[in-house]
T-cell receptor
Framework: GAGVSQTPSNKVTEKGKYVELRCDPI?????LYWYRQSLGQGPEFLIY????????DSGLPNDRFFAVRPEGSVSTLKIQRTERGDSAVYLC????????????FGPGTRLTVL | KQEVTQIPAALSVPEGENLVLNCSFT??????LQWFRQDPGKGLTSLLL?????REQTSGRLNASLDKSSGRSTLYIAASQPGDSATYLC?????????????FGEGTQLTVNP
């Protein structure tokens, strides 16, 4: 079956612009996660959804970052007033339900802020 | 705060060699530990997941062990092949987080030379 997909695969934007990154989880997975990976580092947790609600958004770095999952499937990560330090690969993962389940990752969106 | 460390940061070996990758974590109150593989420009592929009650998991040429009390895990790769070249990441899922986030190490970059 289809895995986790993310669009776009690459996004180049200018400082101060608004961007949206999309994640399509594996069908039937209720849990969805966003992580951010800087060059040479491991991924860092941003936010976790269980169904439609954000169960844990403690990893979001500041209020310029926001994510939604209105129907409990597709999720969008939104970044306002982008800064050069936001440049990274943004990874999405989904799992069937909760803590016992393997997280399956998408290929990521590489965001470059000029 | 949980910290995950991976040693070595990079490793280069000739084909056919058996090798061990190390992962340590500072807080032993974990739910499980997961090893991932990441190819350049790609997302993460889950290799093995060890629940906190388990000591090891095996899949083909891969064997992962977990010593929760000492905060350590190892990934053993037998008879390495050039196709094993990738970055290997370990991640822990903590008991205390409601969102079941993963905390990652920085990875070990493995090169297997033919």
């Amino acid at each position: 079956g289809a895995g986790v997909s993310q669009t776009p695969s690459n996004k180049v934007t200018e400082k101060g612009k608004y961007v949206e990154l999309r994640c399509d989880p594996i069908s039937g997975h209720t849990a969805l996660y966003w992580y951010r990976q800087s060059l040479g580092q491991g991924p860092e947790f941003l936010i976790y959804f269980q169904g439609t609600g954000a169960a844990d958004d403690s990893g979001l770095p500041n209020d310029r970052f926001f994510a939604v999952r209105p129907e409990g499937s597709v999720s969008t990560l939104k970044i306002q007033r982008t800064e050069r330090g936001d440049s990274a690969v943004y990874l999405c993962a989904s799992s069937l339900a909760g803590k016992t389940d393997t997280q399956y990752f998408g290929p990521g969106t590489r965001l470059t802020v000029l | 705060k949980q910290e995950v460390t991976q040693i070595p940061a990079a490793l280069s070996v000739p084909e056919g060699e058996n090798l061990v990758l190390n992962c340590s974590f500072t807080d032993s109150a974990i739910y499980n530990l997961q090893w991932f593989r990441q190819d350049p420009g790609k997302g993460l592929t889950s290799l093995l997941l060890i629940q906190s009650s388990q000591r090891e998991q095996t899949s083909g040429r891969l064997n992962a062990s977990l010593d929760k009390s000492s905060g350590r895990s190892t990934l053993y790769i037998a008879a390495s092949q050039p196709g094993d070249s990738a970055t290997y990441l370990c991640a822990v899922r903590e008991l205390e987080t409601s969102g079941s986030r993963l905390t990652f190490g920085e990875g070990t970059q493995l090169t297997v030379n033919p």
